[in-house]
């Protein structure tokens, strides 16, 4: 496959481009049990039944999302990521263990689904990567795609800031504010700071797009 330059292209893709020949590598060899924990934990709040329609927003070279597909063949996939070249590595990988994944390359501030589409959206240590009007656009976005009642596990490095290079490096405090979610009408049910690798922190959040009540008519007095 000739590797063709995306419409989606982002100050951060070409440098994590340099990255692809040793980022698995790095996360299953230098992360280790670690990594591993930090996966599987996104994955048990996820709380998968096995029927749903799932999203992995920002894949990269798609491990976290190759990982549910083995363990919930039921479910229906999707991966997204800007990178044409993350995508490729996802999709030889899914090739390699004869998983159905749909991976697409695209820009989580513009998801390619319909409205009300997926039940479960799951974003990895992404954030980092916009700056706070993209955050905002991402998870108005997340929350546009979620089905009433679905779920959105987030896990992005935390606590706040200690310095001025991590605050510029997170684009403000945090790389994702709570804030953005309750703007986008998603209810926090669950929040957890981790231990992810190399000595980092996450925020694991739950998120649930509540299904909005029918308005109320009063009834008219009668003639």
């Known amino acids: ?41 996104v994955i048990e709040l996820a709380e998968l039944r096995g029927d749903e329609r799932v999203l992995d927003a920002g894949c990269g070279t798609g491990l976290t999302t190759l990982h549910i597909a083995a363990r919930h063949p039921d479910c229906v996939m999707h991966g997204i990521d800007l990178s044409p070249k993350m995508i490729e590595v996802a999709e030889k990988g899914a090739e390699k263990q004869g998983l159905a994944v749909d991976f697409r390359v695209g820009s989580i501030t513009d998801l390619p689904y319909p409205d009300a589409d997926l039940d479960v959206v799951l974003t990895n240590i992404m954030f980092h990567h916009l700056d706070l009007v993209e955050k905002r656009q991402a998870v108005a976005e997340i929350a546009r795609v979620l089905k009433p009642g679905g779920r959105y596990i987030s896990a992005e490095f935390g606590p706040r800031a200690r310095n001025p290079l991590e605050r510029r490096l997170a684009k403000g405090d945090y790389t994702l504010y709570p804030s953005h979610l309750t703007e986008a009408d998603l209810t926090i049910c669950h929040e957890e700071l981790s231990f992810f690798v190399w000595g980092l922190k996450v925020y694991h959040r739950v998120a649930v797009k509540l299904a909005k009540s029918p308005p109320e008519f009063l009834e008219e007095d009668p003639l």
């Open 1 to 41: 496959m000739c590797w063709i330059r995306s419409q989606y292209r982002h100050r951060f893709t070409d440098f994590t481009d340099v990255l692809i020949p040793v980022y698995n590598w790095g996360f299953r060899v230098l992360g280790g049990h670690k990594h591993e924990a930090f996966r599987q934990r």
